[in-house]
Structures are given as C-alpha cells and as structure tokens.
C-alpha cells in the first residue's frame, strides 16, 4: 500500500486486450537507486516485471521492484557481470529450506556477496541482518548487504578474526573480484 507521504515513481503500462491496447499508470515506491526503462505488463490481473537475469516475468511485488533495482544498479553502475549474479538461490539452514534474494559470485562459483531485499516500507533493522548473516553461514560470502531500496547497507562479514564492519558504499565488481585474490 502506498500512503501519500512516500515519494512515488508514475510508470505507463500498455496491454493489449483482444487486439486493443489499453494504457494504464501504476505508481511504485521511488526509490534510492537510479531510475531504468523497466517492461512491466499485465497478465491476468497480475502485474509483472521482467527479471534480466531469469530471463522471465515475476509477480511484481514491492520487494521484487526493490530487487530489480539493485540488480540494474550492479549491473549498470557498478559493472556487476549479470552472468555472475542468481536470484532466490536455494539455501538449506538447520533442515528448513530457505532462498537469498541475490548472490553475486566470481568466474569460478566462489561467492562475493549475498544481498538481502527488503520491500521499501521494511526498516532494515537488526532482525534482517540476523536473517542474512545466518544465510552467510552457509553462503560464505566475504560481503554482504541489506536494501529496502531506500536505505542500502553494505557490510564486509565478519570472519574468525574480525568482526562485520559497514563500509561507506557498495563496491565496484573489480573491487569485490579482488578481494579474493
């Protein structure tokens, strides 16, 4: 639900209904991220967004919007290889199967960074860092990060020696390769 205190984005859909098209605005949450010609359609009542890297329409939702997002933004802006990067990869966590939202690897399969995407109106909070860094014990990313499209938080893991630390900003894909080297 979008209240009117939330700055919202106006996007044109066009449909095509037994060969006439039907042009409708939806308002989505604007967010912190840059802004990107997204294909968005409607099928049987339902909206969709296209996901580049599935390569299919999914429900729109306002995380998924979140979650496209910061995919265009890693992909565009920090030159994020959008081979390198799975949506919902299947997690199993003390017998319960779980999904991460997005996980970014090297060429050779070693993960990067988990990402967590939060619907806009979610405070990223305590409870969605405990949620990710239980994913990152068994993803063992070296970086991770949390993001209602608003707000982002990016984190290098913590690990044996160290513990978490934020960073100031989400590193550029040739920063992140090369920490692993």
């Known amino acids: 639900m979008i209240t009117p205190n939330v700055d919202v984005e106006k996007i044109s859909i066009i449909s095509t209904d037994r060969g ?3 042009c409708q605005t939806i308002t989505m949450p604007r967010l912190n991220l840059p802004s990107y010609n997204v294909r968005i359609k ?7 967004i ?3 890297i599935r390569k299919k329409y999914v429900t729109l939702t306002p995380e998924e919007w979140v979650r496209q997002h910061i995919i265009n933004y890693l992909v ?10 799975s949506v919902e990869t299947k997690l199993k966590y003390a017998c319960l199967d779980k999904r991460s939202d997005l996980l970014v690897c090297n060429r050779n399969g070693q993960p ?12 990223i909070n305590e409870k969605v860092f405990d949620q990710i860094s239980i994913y990152n014990l068994i993803v063992q990313a070296p970086y991770i990060m949390a993001s209602n499209g608003v707000q982002h ?3 290098i893991a913590a690990t044996e020696h160290f513990p978490a630390r934020f960073i100031n900003e989400i590193p550029d894909y040739g920063e992140l390769k090369n920490q692993l080297l």
């Open 112 to 123: 990067l960074m988990l990402i967590e995407s939060k619907a806009p109106d979610v405070t």
């Open 153 to 155: 938080y990016c984190l």
């Open 20 to 22: 006439n098209d039907i």
């Open 50 to 52: 296209l996901d580049p």
């Open 76 to 85: 565009t802006e920090k030159k994020y290889p959008a081979s390198l990067i």
């Open 42 to 48: 409607k099928e049987g009542g339902r909206l969709l």
